[in-house]
């Protein structure tokens, strides 16, 4: 599967449809809509927001965030799948679209079918985050707490499928953990009921709850990269508190409908490089805790092929299906 994965994804990239009558000094011509399948205020949100701005001054077009929300953003993919191919509707992706084709029989969209790689953005580690009154101030402890208390514990999420679902599944498994799932409606509402107390912790890009960190009001236990995050520096990884090696990093693209031509397809790949290697941006990841992965499209096309494959492959041991 992994080789046929990668092979239809770097068609893709390589040989989306070019119309004729399209080149890039013609494109873009009016302004372009980023559609995003998750709330506002998310982690999303908040680096395509980042983006948009940079696009919006580098193409001297207006570049706008759509949040069309629902479904662990298969509704947002499956619009821009359906939206014309011409360059004016492109996917701002997480990493829940290479996600929903292990976890669902039947997918709202195949994204290496209707959709086309365009570049990745950027990856965040996943943090676990408690109120501030949580007897745990690390993995070892919070996973003690959990053994203690099995089944009694539930962790919020932005939604059922979310890496932020799947990440905590995993890692409870890996460790011998029980607890109850609570799916929201996006990160933040997830947050709400964090601070209201009706989940008891929350696993999320580490940039959506860090000002809520900063005051405060939540406590982060521990970040699931191999290497601590520069935002949260006292805080230990998932590794140095006791646990297995886990790869639950989040990241986040952009992907186009299908047959959309090639000659935007590129153009787009090398604006959205550009844009992501400027000392602003950089800057403004650095602040959220994020990281720039942008490539080129063939890259992020063997890139998502082989995420599909992985996430294939751990929904299995998981056992875990969503209908």
């Given at each position: 599967?992994?080789?046929?994965?990668?092979?239809q994804?770097?068609?893709?990239?390589?040989?989306?449809?070019?119309?004729?009558?399209?080149?890039?000094?013609?494109?873009?011509?009016?302004?372009?809509?980023?559609?995003?399948?998750?709330?506002?205020?998310?982690?999303?949100?908040?680096?395509?927001?980042?983006?948009?701005?940079?696009?919006?001054?580098?193409?001297?077009?207006?570049?706008?965030?759509?949040?069309?929300?629902?479904?662990?953003?298969?509704?947002?993919?499956?619009?821009?799948?359906?939206?014309?191919?011409?360059?004016?509707?492109?996917?701002?992706?997480?990493?829940?679209?290479?996600?929903?084709?292990?976890?669902?029989?039947?997918?709202?969209?195949?994204?290496?079918?209707?959709?086309?790689?365009?570049?990745?953005?950027?990856?965040?580690?996943?943090?676990?985050?408690?109120?501030?009154?949580?007897?745990?101030?690390?993995?070892?402890?919070?996973?003690?707490?959990l053994?203690?208390?099995?089944?009694?514990?539930?962790?919020?999420?932005?939604?059922?499928?979310?890496?932020?679902?799947?990440?905590?599944?995993?890692?409870?498994?890996?460790?011998?953990?029980?607890?109850?799932?609570?799916?929201?409606?996006?990160?933040?509402?997830?947050?709400q009921?964090?601070?209201?107390?009706?989940?008891?912790?929350?696993?999320?890009?580490?940039?959506?709850?860090?000002?809520?960190?900063?005051?405060?009001?939540?406590?982060?236990?521990?970040?699931?990269s191999?290497?601590?995050?520069?935002?949260?520096?006292?805080?230990?990884?998932?590794?140095?508190?006791?646990?297995?090696?886990?790869?639950?990093?989040?990241?986040?693209?952009v992907?186009?409908?299908?047959?959309?031509?090639?000659?935007?397809?590129?153009?787009?790949?090398?604006?959205?490089?550009?844009?992501?290697?400027?000392?602003?941006?950089?800057?403004?990841?650095?602040?959220?805790?994020?990281?720039?992965?942008?490539?080129?499209?063939?890259?992020?096309?063997?890139?998502?092929a082989?995420?599909?494959?992985?996430?294939?492959?751990?929904?299995?041991?998981?056992?875990?299906?969503?209908?």
């Amino acid at each position: 599967m992994k080789l046929i994965h990668r092979r239809q994804a770097l068609t893709l990239a390589a040989g989306a449809i070019a119309s004729p009558g399209w080149t890039q000094s013609e494109w873009p011509n009016k302004p372009i809509v980023l559609m995003l399948g998750f709330a506002a205020g998310g982690p999303n949100d908040l680096v395509s927001r980042a983006l948009a701005l940079r696009l919006s001054d580098q193409f001297k077009q207006q570049v706008i965030v759509e949040n069309r929300p629902g479904a662990n953003g298969n509704i947002a993919a499956s619009a821009v799948a359906r939206a014309a191919p011409d360059g004016s509707v492109f996917l701002y992706n997480s990493s829940s679209l290479a996600l929903s084709p292990a976890l669902y029989s039947k997918n709202i969209v195949d994204p290496l079918k209707d959709l086309v790689p365009v570049n990745g953005t950027a990856a965040l580690p996943l943090v676990c985050i408690v109120e501030s009154a949580f007897p745990a101030n690390n993995f070892r402890e919070w996973a003690a707490h959990l053994r203690a208390n099995p089944g009694k514990f539930n962790y919020g999420s932005p939604g059922i499928g979310n890496l932020a679902h799947v990440a905590v599944a995993i890692i409870l498994k890996a460790n011998g953990l029980n607890a109850v799932h609570a799916p929201y409606k996006g990160s933040s509402e997830a947050l709400q009921g964090l601070l209201g107390g009706s989940t008891q912790f929350q696993f999320d890009s580490v940039n959506s709850p860090l000002s809520l960190i900063k005051s405060g009001r939540l406590k982060p236990l521990f970040v699931t990269s191999s290497q601590r995050s520069p935002v949260l520096p006292e805080v230990q990884t998932l590794v140095e508190g006791g646990s297995k090696p886990i790869d639950a990093a989040a990241w986040q693209g952009v992907m186009a409908p299908a047959k959309t031509p090639v000659a935007i397809v590129q153009r787009m790949a090398a604006e959205i490089a550009k844009a992501m290697s400027t000392p602003d941006m950089k800057n403004t990841l650095a602040a959220q805790g994020a990281y720039a992965i942008a490539s080129t499209s063939e890259q992020y096309a063997s890139f998502f092929a082989d995420e599909l494959d992985r996430y294939k492959k751990t929904v299995e041991d998981l056992g875990l299906k969503l209908d």
